[in-house]
């Protein structure tokens, strides 16, 4: 009788245990889309941030440029910056621009753009200007079979 009763209380511990881990876990989630909200700025991911759009003025950089964007096999491989490659973010590479410039790149057939930030030196083809993350080429693209495209690159200066 006293082990039924000892496992009884031991099962109502862990119980206890997980469900108050699971709701620490949830009011997480809501602490964090509520400090979000209590900023007034929705950041999206696929415009690198709403803010710089705000803080700052775009500049003409170049016209018909040549965009193409990172082969997978780069994945996880150090920039010329020192930074972590991911073809997941918003991110290019570029001959001469400083690192962490943050240049809005636009698709010249269909008007699309994206906010990148340059952290890697490149592309070493003459014909092209500017190497894209893959996430941020197929935004704008308007054909996703195609490896390069014309873009206007604008840059931004405060």
Same mark, same amino acid.
């Given at each position: 009788?006293?082990?039924?009763?000892?496992?009884?209380?031991?099962?109502?511990?862990?119980?206890?245990?997980?469900?108050?881990?699971?709701?620490?876990?949830?009011?997480?989630?809501?602490?964090?889309?509520? =400090? #979000?909200?209590?900023?007034?700025?929705?950041?999206?991911? *696929?415009?690198?941030?709403?803010?710089? $759009?705000?803080?700052?003025? +775009?500049?003409?950089? =170049? #016209?018909?440029?040549?965009?193409?964007?990172?082969?997978? *096999?780069?994945?996880?491989?150090?920039? $010329?910056?020192?930074?972590? +490659?991911?073809?997941? =973010?918003?991110?290019?590479?570029?001959?001469?621009?400083?690192?962490g410039t943050k240049v809005r790149v636009t698709n010249e057939k269909n008007g699309k753009w994206v906010i990148v930030e340059i952290t890697d030196r490149g592309p070493f083809v003459k014909s092209?200007?500017?190497?894209?993350?893959?996430?941020?080429?197929?935004?704008?693209?308007?054909?996703?079979?195609?490896?390069?495209?014309?873009?206007?690159?604008?840059?931004?200066?405060?």
């Amino acid at each position: 009788m006293k082990k039924s009763i000892t496992l009884f209380f031991l099962l109502v511990i862990i119980c206890a245990a997980y469900s108050q881990s699971s709701v620490r876990q949830k009011t997480l989630v809501q602490k964090d889309s509520i =400090k #979000k909200s209590k900023m007034g700025i929705q950041i999206e991911e *696929k415009k690198l941030d709403s803010l710089v $759009t705000v803080l700052g003025v +775009f500049k003409p950089f =170049k #016209k018909a440029a040549h965009a193409s964007y990172y082969a997978d *096999k780069f994945n996880g491989r150090r920039t $010329t910056s020192g930074t972590k +490659f991911d073809n997941n =973010k918003y991110t290019a590479a570029h001959k001469k621009l400083p690192f962490g410039t943050k240049v809005r790149v636009t698709n010249e057939k269909n008007g699309k753009w994206v906010i990148v930030e340059i952290t890697d030196r490149g592309p070493f083809v003459k014909s092209r200007e500017i190497d894209l993350s893959k996430r941020a080429f197929m935004d704008i693209t308007s054909n996703r079979g195609s490896g390069g495209m014309l873009v206007t690159i604008e840059v931004l200066s405060k």
